[in-house]
């Protein structure tokens, strides 16, 4: 009698400059000749993305759900890539797969998040949560987020990231099986008899005092403490101008923090208008929200990444990680260069007692463990399989 494999974890990457090479030989490492249930393929925007997923067909058997996303630069235990190319692998008895894709429409994009969380129909695992991955460039994050958590409700988590395109901010592409999309929610629902456990640290720091956001619609915010928000952020910087000094391409990250219960979820807010007197970002800022300006600095960043991976080991109940997928910010590979990266993911391999992780830097994080809207900014998550 054959006995079933047990569950299993691995990575691969690569930076191999042909794209079918390059997905095969990230696959091949991460596979190992097992059985791969699930594949997730994390590439740069630059390779011949078709090609790419050809490659990884090619490892991972016709059977394997694949889904995956552009970056701006992929992350795994061997190090980081800016034009390579991130795979994470899983299969054994024990795991439960199920993907779905939906377009996302730009006059409803909560119904696309919805219809790619349909991927859960009919899992019945003791541990579930649902990986999104997203177009990062369609706008109105927080609403594709809020459409899963509508379709699937409070049991379940969500955890992911938004596709980024090596900073060009043009196209960003989602895979699934063996096509590439754009404008399109991935869904990966995924079922476990072992336990599962998220991460979400930032490593920033409140700057006192807080602010109440008194008007404000989506990601605009119009009022900080009944004043014209643009007035009130280039006083707190002490900064004489105009919002294009405000938010200079070339200066510091300036994240808000949104307050919590467990804490803060990062808004960027990254443009202004000078004669509307006005912010925005690129998700939600609810009226009535207490805000504050946040610093950070390379430390700050480097312990948000060790606190995320042991906060996810920490839900494993007391369990090995088998490995962990994490979603970085794009915001944090600026912050972190000229050494920083290999900084952090050394920061990671400890925290994580060297077990394997692969992943992206994205243009916005997915995490909704419980309470918070789910989206985030300048944050890194991790989710750990046991």
């Keep these: 009698m054959q006995s079933t494999p047990h569950r299993w974890f691995g990575v691969g990457q690569s930076s191999a400059p042909d794209s079918r090479k390059a997905g095969a030989a990230a696959a091949a490492e991460a596979i190992g000749g097992r059985e791969a249930k699930a594949v997730f393929v994390f590439a ?38 800016d034009g390579g190319i991130a795979v994470a692998a899983l299969g054994g008895d024990g795991f439960t797969v199920q993907a779905r894709a939906a377009r996302i429409h730009k006059s409803d994009p909560r119904a696309a998040g919805a219809a790619a969380a349909e991927a859960m ?10 990986v999104l991955l997203a177009d990062g460039l369609s706008g109105q994050q927080h609403e594709i987020v809020r459409g899963a958590y509508s379709s699937i409700g409070a049991g379940v988590p969500l955890v992911g990231g938004f596709a980024a395109d090596d900073r060009q901010f ?30 979400v640290a930032h490593g920033w720091r409140r700057k006192e ?29 002490d900064i004489e101008g105009s919002a294009d000094d405000l938010f200079d391409r070339g200066r510091a990250l300036q994240p808000l923090g949104l307050s919590r219960r467990s804490g803060e979820d990062i808004r960027v807010i990254h443009a202004g208008d000078d004669e509307e007197r006005s912010v925005w970002g690129s998700d939600d800022v609810p009226q009535g929200a207490l805000v504050w300006l946040m610093e950070g600095d390379r430390q700050s960043m480097l312990d948000g990444a060790a606190w995320s991976c042991t906060e996810a080991v920490a839900r494993l109940d007391g369990l090995p990680p088998l490995g962990v997928l994490a979603f970085d910010c794009g915001g944090r590979w600026a912050g972190l260069v000229d050494g920083g990266l290999e900084q952090e993911i050394q920061a990671m391999r400890t925290a994580l007692s060297d077990a394997p992780f692969a992943g992206f830097y994205t243009l916005g994080e997915i995490a909704r463990v419980r309470g918070a809207l789910g989206t985030h900014a300048l944050t890194l998550v991790t989710l750990a399989l046991a």
């Design 121 to 130: 129909h009919g899992l019945d695992d003791e541990n579930q949560v649902l």
């Design 170 to 199: 043009r196209q960003t592409y989602q895979f699934i099986g063996d096509e590439v999309l754009t404008g399109a929610v991935v869904g990966l629902a995924l079922g476990s008899d072992g336990p599962i456990g998220i991460g």
């Design 209 to 237: 005092p807080p602010m109440v956001v008194t008007k404000a619609a989506g990601p605009h915010v119009y009022q900080l403490d009944g004043e014209p928000a643009l007035d009130v952020l280039l006083r707190r910087n």
């Design 44 to 81: 740069s925007v630059t390779h011949d993305l078709p090609a790419l997923l050809k490659g990884v067909r090619m490892e991972a058997g016709p059977d394997a759900e694949i889904v995956g996303a552009t970056t701006m630069g992929e992350l795994g235990s061997a190090g980081t890539t």
